[in-house]
C-alpha cells in the first residue's frame, strides 16, 4: 500500500449536516477500516467490530425514518456514505448495503406495530441484517424459488435452502422470500426471521476469489417456525417486496462500486507519481498519463449517473431503468479501473504488498451480485421496448 492517503472526492452534498455526516465517515474509514483492510481480508476475518462501531454512529439506517431510529438522509447522501466505506472495505460497504436491503421490506411494507417492535434495533441498536432470496437453483430466476412457508395456525413452517447469503451465518436477522401460493411470482411471501431461530444453520462459508472477510454461505431452513407477526406485507407480496428491494440495492451496489474504483485510482496515481523510470516519474509518460484520465473519467461517469438516479427515488419519481443502468455502468467501470492500476503498478500491481490486485479480485463479483449485468441489460431494454414477444 502507498503511504499517499486518498483523495477527497468534490462532493455536492445537500447540506450542511450531510458534509459533516461524509466528514464523519471518512473519518472512521481511515482511522478504523482502511489501515487492517488488506491483513484482514487475507486473512479472511470479518469487522463485526466495525458494524458495531458503524450502528452506534447511526450509519447503518441512514436511508430510514427517524421516528424507527433511521437518519432520515437522502438516498443521495447515503450512497456516497457506501461509496466512502467500499473505498475503505468492500467488505464493509457492501455490507452496509445488504444490511440496509435487509431492512427495506419491513421498512417499506411492515404494519406501524411491526416497525416499532424491530426496527429500532434493526436500524441502531447493533444488530446486522442479510437478505435471503437466492437458492442453489433460483438465482437470476429468482421467481422460480422453491423454499416453502407453510402455514400452521398462527405461525408458519419454513423449509429449504438459501444460497449466496452474504453474512450467512453471522446475522441477527434474516428477510427471507418463501413461496406460501402458486409457482411463480405471485406465491411468494416475505419473512423477518431471528438469526437464531431453531432449525436455521449454515453451511461453511464459500471460498470466494476476493472479499474473503465476508462470509457467504448457504442457509438451511430445516421447519423453521415463525409467528405469522413476522410476515412483511401481505401473502403473496413478497416478490414485489424484493423487486423493490433490489431496485434500491443495486444503486448501492453501483456506489460500492465506484468506491472500490476510486481506491484503485488513488493507488495507482500515487504510485505513478513515485515510481521514477528514464529519470522521471512514471506519471510524465503519455501513455500511462491517458490511462489514468480514462480512470477518472468512468468513475465521474459512474458517480454522476448512480447520483442521477439516486436523486429520482428521492423525488419520488421512477427510477428503475437508471437503477440498472447505474448497477451496469458502475460495476463494468470498477473492473476496467482496477484492471488498470494493476497495469500501472505492473509486476508490484500483481502482487499482494499493493492493495489493486485485491481491488481487482473484489471488483468483479460486484459484476454479479444483486442481478448480473447481463440480466441489467434485460431489465434496461424491457424498459426501452416492452417485454419479449417469445
Not at 85 to 109: D, E
Not at 215 to 234: E, S
Not at 253 to 271: N, P, R, T
Not at 333 to 346: F, I
Amino acid at each position: 500500500m502507498t503511504d499517499r492517503a486518498p483523495q477527497t472526492v468534490d462532493r455536492q452534498l445537500p447540506t450542511e449536516e450531510s458534509r459533516d455526516l461524509l466528514a464523519l465517515v471518512r473519518e472512521i474509514a481511515q482511522r478504523e477500516i482502511r489501515p487492517l483492510a488488506s491483513d484482514e481480508e487475507e486473512a479472511g476475518r470479518f469487522p463485526r467490530e466495525v458494524f458495531t462501531l458503524l450502528s452506534e454512529s447511526g450509519l447503518l439506517g441512514l436511508p430510514y425514518a427517524g421516528e424507527f431510529g433511521g437518519g432520515e438522509q437522502p438516498y443521495e447522501v447515503y450512497l456516497q456514505v457506501l461509496e466512502e466505506l467500499a473505498a475503505a472495505r468492500l467488505t464493509v460497504g457492501l455490507g452496509v448495503s445488504v444490511h440496509s436491503l435487509a431492512c427495506h421490506g419491513l421498512a417499506g411494507y411492515g404494519t406501524k406495530e411491526q416497525r416499532g417492535a424491530h426496527l429500532p434495533d434493526m436500524l441502531g441498536g447493533g444488530l446486522l441484517g442479510a437478505y435471503c432470496l437466492s437458492e442453489p437453483a433460483a438465482g437470476s430466476d429468482a421467481a422460480s424459488l422453491s423454499t416453502k412457508a407453510v402455514r400452521d395456525g398462527d405461525d408458519w413452517v419454513i423449509t429449504g435452502t438459501k444460497a449466496w447469503i452474504t453474512h450467512g451465518g453471522v446475522a441477527d436477522f434474516y428477510t427471507v422470500l418463501a413461496r406460501t401460493g402458486v409457482p411463480g411470482p405471485k406465491g411468494i411471501t416475505a419473512f423477518l426471521v431471528p438469526g437464531d431461530a431453531p432449525g436455521l444453520t449454515a453451511a461453511v462459508p464459500e471460498k470466494k476469489m476476493g472479499m474473503k472477510g465476508s462470509p457467504t454461505a448457504q442457509l438451511h431452513f430445516d421447519g423453521v417456525r415463525v409467528p405469522d407477526a413476522r410476515r412483511i406485507g401481505d401473502e403473496g407480496q413478497g416478490f414485489t417486496i424484493a423487486l423493490a428491494a433490489l431496485d434500491a440495492g443495486r444503486l448501492g451496489i453501483a456506489a460500492c462500486a465506484i468506491g472500490v474504483a476510486q481506491a484503485a485510482l488513488d493507488e495507482a496515481l500515487a504510485y505513478a507519481l513515485g515510481r521514477k523510470q528514464f529519470g522521471h516519474p512514471i506519471a510524465d509518460f503519455q501513455g500511462l498519463r491517458f490511462m489514468l484520465a480514462d480512470m477518472a473519467t468512468k468513475i465521474e461517469a459512474g458517480r454522476a449517473l448512480y447520483l442521477a438516479a439516486a436523486r429520482l427515488r428521492d423525488a419520488g419519481k421512477p427510477f428503475s431503468r437508471q437503477a440498472a443502468m447505474a448497477k451496469l455502468f458502475c460495476t463494468d467501470a470498477a473492473m476496467s479501473v482496477t484492471t488498470d492500476a494493476v497495469q500501472v503498478l505492473g509486476g508490484y500491481g500483481y502482487t499482494a504488498d499493493f492493495p489493486v490486485e485485491r481491488l481487482m479480485r473484489e471488483a468483479k463479483v460486484l459484476q454479479i451480485v444483486e442481478g448480473t449485468n447481463q440480466i441489467q441489460r434485460m431489465v434496461i431494454a424491457r424498459h426501452l421496448a416492452g417485454p419479449e414477444t417469445r
